[in-house]
């Protein structure tokens, strides 16, 4: 062996050593705050962790995983913080609008002969897919027997979503999602606007159900019509996945809608329990028995 293959070896050793480190101090760090919070990311994956982690150690200047779990342990605010960190906040309204057009068309005329209607948003982040499941509603005269429940186990998430304001610079692509969407009402009439931020009306807050839930360690809270879990899951290793598809699959009314995200697909196990409504935009209907 020559001294420079025996040099890349020798650097090829260190960072598997430090791959191994790491997921070590990983490991320590997601039981810790799992101990600590109650909050279990212990069967997220780990390659986007990793990527909230290393954000917030640059953030703070933290050498090391282990100083970080060192810190979140003896300062509640940062522990906070961390698990924010980690919860999902990537949406926006009317996100993926080719699936409100195909929940327009193949959902809500099954909606319409019930006497009242149960839906769930799970993960909901800051609240924009509830927020556009209200108006698709209130334009299909169905939002007057409609109770929406919208959770994340992000406290500060829930906190946010309950405002129902956002961002007045989002507006622009929130109104080309909602006319793609497929309505052909004036977006601008649902929202008061200031300089700053876009606030949606209120009358439609009177039929949400903001709360705090965590999918990886909590229990049904209700039995619904129609459950979206869209692009949470994806986030999940199988393990989560397992669990989080018997809860959902336990938390459906017969003949219940489920709306998955783009890049989700059943577990095998589960794929036989549903049929198929609009298999292009993942939404499915729960089979009796």
């Not at 191994?20 to 994956?45: C, H, T, W």
């Not at 193949?106 to 108006?135: D, N």
């Not at 109104?175 to 700053?196: H, P, V």
């Not at 219940?256 to 995200?261: D, E, F, P, S």
Request: aromatic share 12%.
């Amino acid at each position: 062996m020559t001294q420079s293959e025996h040099a890349e070896e020798e650097l090829a050793d260190t960072a598997q050593e430090q791959e191994e480190l790491a997921a070590i101090e990983v490991d320590l760090l997601l039981e810790g705050i799992y101990r600590a919070s109650g909050y279990d990311f212990r069967n997220y994956l780990r390659s986007s962790l990793m990527r909230r982690i290393s954000n917030r150690m640059s953030l703070d200047e933290i050498p090391t995983i282990t100083s970080l779990l060192d810190r979140a342990l003896h300062e509640p605010d940062y522990m906070k913080t961390v698990i924010n960190d980690f919860s999902i906040k990537v949406t926006e309204m009317f996100r993926d609008p080719a699936f409100f057009y195909a929940f327009r068309k193949k959902v809500v005329p099954l909606l319409r002969h019930l006497p009242e209607i149960r839906i769930w948003s799970a993960g909901c982040a800051t609240g924009e897919e509830v927020y556009s499941l209200g108006i698709l509603l209130q334009e299909a005269g169905l939002l007057g027997k409609s109770k929406l429940y919208a959770t994340d186990m992000s406290e500060q998430a829930i906190e946010t979503a309950k405002q129902g304001k956002f961002p007045l610079k989002r507006m622009q692509l929130f109104t080309k999602n909602y006319l793609q969407a497929g309505s052909e009402k004036e977006f601008s009439a649902y929202y008061t606007a200031d300089r700053e931020f876009a606030h949606f009306h209120p009358f439609m807050k009177e039929h949400f159900v903001f709360a705090q839930h965590n999918l990886a360690t909590d229990c049904s809270i209700n039995e619904f019509h129609v459950i979206l879990c869209r692009n949470v899951l994806i986030y999940f290793d199988s393990v989560l996945q397992q669990r989080v598809y018997r809860l959902l699959h336990d938390s459906l009314s017969p003949s219940g809608i489920l709306a998955l995200g783009s890049k989700e697909t059943f577990l095998s196990q589960y794929k036989s329990k549903y049929e198929e409504l609009a298999p292009e935009d993942r939404i499915f209907r729960k089979l009796e028995g």
